[in-house]
């Protein structure tokens, strides 16, 4: 069976080389992994291991991509021909969360960037193997709850429109970034945690006749209501991030529920639960392919103290608590 649930490889911080971290992968049979930019010697490493692969491109690169095609065609050519098929890339993310609050200045350049990469794509005869997408955060969403009630927010339809029309012209999958930890932290008050932790102790949320026993189900299919509310009922969903931290501060969003113990439950939970193939209740029996945030943890990572423990693995390797990535 082809493996469900990767890994992101963020590099911010003191980490062994990528040939070490290819080793680490194979050893906890992890078949996919997500990197953040076009890292050479990371994709060197990956060659001829059979590891799925999406590559990011930064959103620093965006503005010079979308007014340019030779620049697209380059980093393509650079980026993706020069290690494909001998690296096992699947997608291209074009940006990361570009529609999150605070990465306004990169939105116009989005559309006209990923239109690019994907012509690039095409011109190089890869389009056929690589698709090419970009991630979105769960704020893309103006409501999400209940699940079935999922759309856009208004702000951002004008640029999510043709969006989604050129994912889906090129079989393209929506790509998200799911974080139930951060739903809960938000609203804890009307959110359990064993809701958010795949607990079987969870309470049941009814929605259109649909039972649903975890919140990382619920968010996703608010995900995919809305693209259906927007016209693209069968636009596949690509989880690129989810994970829980191990550790923060008293400052950080909901110290108590930010434990090794938690962290533990959740992504194993998750893996479970995504390697089961029983999809969501708005998709039942269609896989949702999981990339778990994140394989280490990333000590120059900025940000509030928890964005430094969503690792699996200390920078040394050893684990911050076991994962079974072969749960089945």
Known sequence: MAARVGVCYGMLGNLPSPRE????????NIGKVRIFEAHHEALRALENTGIEVIVGLRNEELEKIAGNQAAANGWVKDNVGAFYPAANIKYISVGNEVLHYGNEKYVSYLVPAIRNIQTAVRNANL????????????????????????EFRNDLKSTLRPLLNLLAENGSPFMAN????????GNKAHISLDYALFKPSAP????????????????VDA????????????????????????AGDDH?????????????????NLIRHVSSNQGTPRRPGKPIHTYVFSLFNENLKPGPEI???????????????PVNFTPY
């Open 252 to 268: 950080d969003y909901e110290a108590r529920a930010v434990t090794v113990d938690n962290a533990k439950v959740y992504n194993n």
């Open 178 to 185: 799911v974080y139930p930890y951060f739903s809960y932290a």
């Open 204 to 219: 049941v949320v009814h929605d259109e006749g649909r039972e649903y026993r975890n919140l990382f189900d619920a968010m």
């Open 21 to 28: 971290v290819v080793e680490l992968l194979k050893r906890h």
């Open 307 to 321: 964005e430094r423990h969503f690792g699996l693995f200390y920078p040394n390797k050893n684990p911050v608590y």
């Open 127 to 150: 389009h056929k193997d690589i698709r090419v997408s970009t991630t979105h955060a769960s704020s893309v969403l103006g409501n999400s709850y209940p699940p079935s009630q999922g």
């Open 223 to 246: 995900l995919i209501a809305a693209c259906e509310r927007a016209g693209h009922p069968d636009l596949p969903l690509l989880v690129t991030e989810s994970g829980w931290p191990s």
